[in-house]
């Protein structure tokens, strides 16, 4: 036997496993084996007989469940084997919540706490009413404009005459008289005044991340700021303005905007909204959204290269913005990401996990330290590559100079750089130099 993310083992009994206990219903369920060292050797145990009867009324009486216990024996020595199951209730140890992660131990706490009870009621955090809010709490701007979009889209069928109480009763947003927590985060006057942290803060940064130049916090409902946020970065981040809600058009020397728009959507609609607040951080070469909350249950980093099925941890929230045309409901974000990437000569973006939540990044550059090297490049033509994207350009006797090679030398590696489509030849004769290609 080896130890596994169902499968513990444990030397001797010690009333603090019952966090194991309280681990594996919380989880996928798993086994734990008593008289088991760390390597999967029996080495027994010599209380067997009063484990099983302490062990089951412990399991019952402090964490409310029950735990299949066999009693087992290999080469003479006598071991336990407790079976314990998924509960789709929440088990905690003294109001304190444990589950399995991988193969170790982890206490829920803060938000990670309030999600995981909510996903073991049936319920989503966006899904239950707020019951310190009213209608008037409703900005109806936002409701005209999210009105407009789905007529445009027409993913819902909405009569000219609705007015916004059936139009949250058709979006499943109220409830016993009570506004949803999505009615208010989609639409809401001052969704801050509820939930702090709504807002998005924005950071252009130099070399490295002490190095602020500016920023600016967005903040307001969702569908303002769907709608603000590319005028923002329009305005005052980007250096070609983009068509965010449109895509009409890619400026060659910036960034996808397919790309851009699913990295700000995603992180818009699937954060976790009682976290931190989403970032943006622009870089000289790079790109990144990062918003709190992990991946879905059962859903990997691998899984965002290929088709997934789509497991939004705010539904109702998701689908009001699907039946507005501002996402698909398919789980095809993150492809879009890459094709977007790969379409404009980017190398890949990075999507992954990250500080407890979900960062993409996406690169300018077309030419990274990594990709110099694959398409067989010495560290010479990587330092001239390097210096062209300081200064725009080089030439033969500049080469020669910086790498400290003779004419001939320079001049074909220079004719490499140019074959293999890194570099491209400009000028003639002495007035010869060579600039990225494509503006790379």
Request: hydrophobic letters at 35%; glycine letters at 8%.
């Amino acid at each position: 036997m080896v130890e596994s993310q169902n499968i513990e083992f444990k030397s001797s009994w010690r009333d603090e496993y019952l966090k194991w206990i309280c681990g594996f219903a919380n989880t996928n369920g798993g086994r734990l084996y008593i008289g088991v060292n760390d390597e999967g050797k029996v080495t027994g145990i010599k209380d067997h007989n009063k484990l099983l009867v302490e062990l089951p009324n412990k399991f019952r009486d402090i964490l409310g469940v029950y735990a299949e216990l066999n009693l087992k024996c290999e080469s003479s020595r006598n071991f336990l084997e407790i079976r314990v199951p998924r509960y789709d209730v929440p088990i905690s140890l003294r109001g304190k919540y444990f589950i399995r992660a991988g193969s170790t131990l982890q206490e829920l706490k803060g938000p990670a706490l309030n999600e995981f009870i909510l996903k073991r009621t049936g319920k989503t955090w966006d899904d239950i009413p707020e019951q310190r809010a009213s209608i008037n709490d409703i900005a109806e701007a936002s409701i005209e404009q999210f009105l407009r979009d789905a007529r445009r889209v027409k993913r819902i069928n909405v009569e000219e005459t609705i007015n916004t109480q059936e139009l949250l009763e058709k979006l499943r947003l109220l409830e016993g008289g009570y506004l949803k927590k999505a009615a208010l985060i989609m639409f809401g006057k001052d969704p801050g005044k509820f939930y702090p942290n709504l807002s998005i803060k924005i950071g252009k940064f130099g070399e490295t991340d002490a190095d602020l130049k500016f920023h600016e916090v967005v903040e307001g409902n969702l569908i303002q700021i769907i709608h603000l946020i590319g005028e923002i970065l329009n305005s005052k981040f980007f250096i070609h303005p983009i068509d965010f809600m449109g895509m009409k058009r890619v400026e060659r020397d910036e960034y996808p905007v397919a790309a851009i728009r699913e990295m700000i959507l995603n992180a818009l609609i699937h954060r976790n909204f009682m976290g931190a607040s989403t970032q943006i951080r622009l870089y000289d070469h790079s790109f990144s959204v990062w918003n709190d909350g992990g991946l879905p249950d059962g859903i990997t980093e691998e899984d965002l290269k290929r088709v997934h099925r789509s497991k939004p941890r705010n539904p109702l929230i998701a689908d009001t913005c699907f039946k507005a045309g501002y996402i698909d409901s398919w789980g095809r974000g993150t492809i879009r990401i890459i094709e977007a990437c790969k379409q404009a000569g980017l190398v890949d973006p990075v999507l992954k996990e990250e500080q407890g939540g979900f960062l993409s990044s996406i690169f300018k550059d077309r030419f990274t330290l990594e990709q110099l090297r694959k398409i067989g490049l010495d560290e010479r033509q990587i330092k001239a590559v390097e210096y062209v994207k300081k200064n725009g350009s080089i030439t033969n006797s500049e080469y020669k100079k910086l790498c400290n090679v003779s004419g001939r030398t320079a001049l074909r590696h220079l004719g490499e750089l140019s074959t293999k489509s890194v570099l491209q030849k400009k000028g003639k004769k002495k007035g010869t130099y060579y600039e990225m290609i494509n503006g790379g």
